[in-house]
């Protein structure tokens, strides 16, 4: 909680001071959550669930019952790692509204993990009338980290296309292997021997 109190350009400074790597297009819930990932995330071993984090880490979230900052939002981590995700969702359209311009101010200040549009679709249904709910993420995906000590995601994807392509290793020759190479291509990978 002491995190609220402070300011962004409070919470910037202590990151700094931490030596994390932060830049001024992040807003005060993109600071709290590098500063927690930085410092506190690896540390949970144990299986311990983080409540109600900051308003503006999770704009689909309802608003916390006693602290209008929070939201009512858990995470479990294990390990290190986070496994679980939930939160109860924000069913009043007027506050996902005024979330959606928050996530647009930051994206125009350029937060890259800030939503820069606002969903009309999403808000109308919502005007419609949208019953208290909840959910529960256990992605198969973190679980498989988990299982098999991977830290990055990318190592547990099943499916090849959704990883990032691996750049292909640009090697330079030597003018004798690239004349070799000339040779094999226009040899039609006939073998030269040479005596």
């Given at each position: 909680?002491?995190?609220?109190?402070?300011?962004?350009?409070?919470?910037?400074?202590?990151?700094?001071?931490?030596?994390?790597?932060?830049?001024?297009?992040?807003?005060?819930?993109?600071?709290?959550?590098?500063?927690?990932?930085?410092?506190?995330?690896?540390?949970?071993?144990?299986?311990?669930?983080?409540?109600?984090?900051?308003?503006?880490m999770?704009?689909?979230?309802?608003?916390?019952?006693?602290?209008?900052?929070?939201?009512?939002?858990?995470?479990?981590?294990?390990?290190?790692?986070?496994?679980?995700?939930?939160?109860?969702?924000?069913?009043?359209?007027?506050?996902?509204?005024?979330?959606?311009?928050?996530?647009?101010r930051?994206?125009?200040?350029?937060?890259?993990?800030?939503?820069?549009?606002?969903?009309?679709?999403?808000?109308?249904a919502?005007?419609?009338?949208?019953?208290?709910?909840?959910?529960?993420?256990?992605?198969?995906?973190?679980l498989?980290?988990?299982?098999?000590?991977?830290?990055?995601?990318?190592?547990?994807?099943?499916?090849?296309?959704?990883?990032?392509?691996?750049?292909?290793?640009q090697?330079?020759?030597?003018?004798?292997?690239?004349?070799?190479?000339?040779?094999?291509?226009?040899?039609?990978?006939k073998?030269?021997?040479?005596?």
């Amino acid at each position: 909680m002491i995190f609220l109190a402070k300011s962004e350009a409070e919470l910037y400074e202590a990151a700094k001071g931490m030596g994390i790597e932060v830049d001024v297009t992040m807003g005060k819930g993109k600071l709290i959550d590098e500063i927690f990932g930085a410092k506190c995330e690896g540390n949970y071993i144990q299986p311990t669930f983080i409540t109600d984090y900051p308003k503006e880490m999770s704009p689909l979230c309802k608003q916390h019952r006693d602290n209008p900052e929070l939201t009512e939002r858990f995470e479990l981590m294990v390990c290190g790692k986070e496994v679980a995700n939930a939160y109860s969702e924000l069913n009043d359209p007027i506050d996902q509204r005024e979330r959606f311009e928050d996530q647009m101010r930051l994206a125009e200040k350029g937060d890259d993990e800030a939503n820069g549009v606002i969903d009309e679709d999403f808000l109308r249904a919502l005007e419609y009338g949208m019953p208290p709910t909840s959910g529960l993420g256990i992605g198969m995906d973190r679980l498989m980290m988990f299982l098999t000590n991977n830290s990055s995601i990318q190592e547990v994807l099943l499916f090849p296309q959704m990883r990032p392509e691996k750049k292909q290793v640009q090697i330079e020759l030597a003018d004798e292997e690239k004349l070799i190479v000339t040779l094999l291509k226009t040899n039609d990978n006939k073998w030269i021997w040479v005596y």
